[in-house]
């Protein structure tokens, strides 16, 4: 491994990293990998670089050649799942937050996997999973809006329309909150009341009209869709 000649330039490649210069950060971890660092952090951090420049479909091959080198742990999993997620490969993101779950992440990093791998769960058709993560993230942080919405959302999607109008009518009761309308709103629409549905999606821009969410989906039902 050219006798460890790599190593200041993986060790200034992650103060690089760490000071958000990446650019140069990637530099130190391209010479890591050309002086052919043998376990796959060098292109672990070298996919860490590549995904922080946006430069994801690159960052995923890093991960993979990190993989082959033997390099497995919950962080490479959770990268590769945000890199998935931002090419819009929804599945294979929720695959790899799945593996990250798997593979004992740090306490902190945790919950992280947990929304994120929740908020793509949707999408992807997976709402058991969805409701258990929200669930689960619920018991740390009770009456979180973000988290209810987002268990009410993996509800409907199981069509448990009753028990997500349930979540959030109590979370507007507690306080009235834009993601509660917009949920709401959801939820009239799949049951075909798009009057209702309208109604309360205009509450929910009224309260935050700079979401282009709420304004789009409010145009959609003002057309009658």
């Known amino acids: 491994n050219a006798f460890g000649r790599w190593r200041p330039f993986i060790n200034r490649g992650a103060y690089l990293l760490d000071n958000m210069s990446y650019e140069q950060a990637l530099q130190d971890f391209e010479k890591t990998v050309a002086l052919q660092e043998p376990l796959g952090s060098a292109q672990f ?4 670089a590549l995904e922080m420049l946006k430069r994801y479909p690159e960052a995923l091959q890093a991960y993979l050649a990190a993989e082959k080198q033997g390099f497995k742990n919950a962080a490479l999993a959770y990268h590769q799942a945000i890199s998935y997620k931002q090419t819009q490969q929804l599945e294979q993101a929720y695959q790899s937050y ?6 004992n992440p740090d306490a902190a990093l945790l919950p992280v996997i947990q929304l994120e791998q929740a908020e793509v769960a949707i999408p992807t058709g997976h709402y058991d999973t969805a409701i258990a993560n929200y669930r689960e993230l619920l018991k740390a942080t ?13 509800m409907i999607g199981k069509k448990d329309f009753a028990g997500a109008m349930q979540i959030f009518d109590a979370s507007l009761a507690r306080r009235p ?7 709401k709103a959801l939820v009239y629409r799949e049951q075909g009341d798009i009057g209702k549905a309208a109604e ?26």
């Open 142 to 154: 009770p009456e979180n809006p973000r988290l209810e919405v987002g268990l009410g959302i993996a």
């Open 200 to 225: 309360n999606m205009q509450r929910a821009s009224e309260m935050d009209p700079a979401n282009p969410v709420y304004k789009n989906l409010l145009a959609q039902l003002k057309s009658g869709r």
């Open 45 to 48: 951090n070298r996919g860490m």
């Open 98 to 103: 799945a593996k990250a779950l798997s593979l």
């Open 177 to 183: 909150n834009p993601p509660a309308f917009y949920g």
